[in-house]
């Protein structure tokens, strides 16, 4: 059997990064998860039974976030448990900590791709898993000073 790859990312431009991936999703078995928006939803056709779908909410609704965050561990909890990944592969951000925190818990390997779209600073979920991932990946070498444990692996795209 193939190993189990589980990618992750929130929906927009991480999704996007993500995607750039898709050659090794034919490589390994794999499984989609994202934030359930009206564009990520297409790529059902495409992934069929191999995605699944987070709670969307950003950190600019104070009140519902802290709520959505909850709902999105035991989402997360529930798909870990049903794919039992190998590795998870996130290029982040809110919606693939908790994921990622209950893959290193479980015994996955966690790799974590800093955004493209930061030159100069961390993102909040980067600074977290910087600690436990077990491959940091940057894609500017800038982004070395500030993650000196990373890897620079250039540009996904």
């Known amino acids: 059997m193939k190993d189990r790859i589980l990618f992750i990312a929130s929906a927009g431009g991480h999704l996007s990064e993500l995607l ?5 999703f034919q490589t390994y078995q794999s499984f989609l998860m994202t934030e359930k928006t009206k564009s990520s939803q297409a790529l059902t056709n495409e992934f069929q039974n191999h ?24 989402i997360s909890l529930y798909y870990y ?10 290029t982040g951000v809110q919606s693939a ?21 930061n030159i100069e600073t961390k993102t909040a979920t980067g600074r977290i898993i910087y600690y436990f991932a077990d491959f940091f990946i940057v894609q500017w070498k800038s982004m070395l000073k500030l993650y000196p444990k990373a890897y620079f ?5």
């Open 81 to 90: 448990l049903k794919f039992r990944p190998k590795v998870v592969i996130t």
């Open 97 to 117: 900590g908790p994921m990622c925190c209950i893959a290193k818990i479980m015994g996955s390997k966690v790799i974590y791709i800093e955004s493209f779209a």
């Open 20 to 24: 750039a991936l898709r050659p090794m």
């Open 51 to 74: 995605i699944g779908f987070l709670l969307y909410g950003t950190m600019a609704h104070p009140f519902s976030y802290p709520f959505k965050l909850l709902g999105n561990c035991f």
């Open 153 to 157: 692996g250039g540009w996904i795209y």
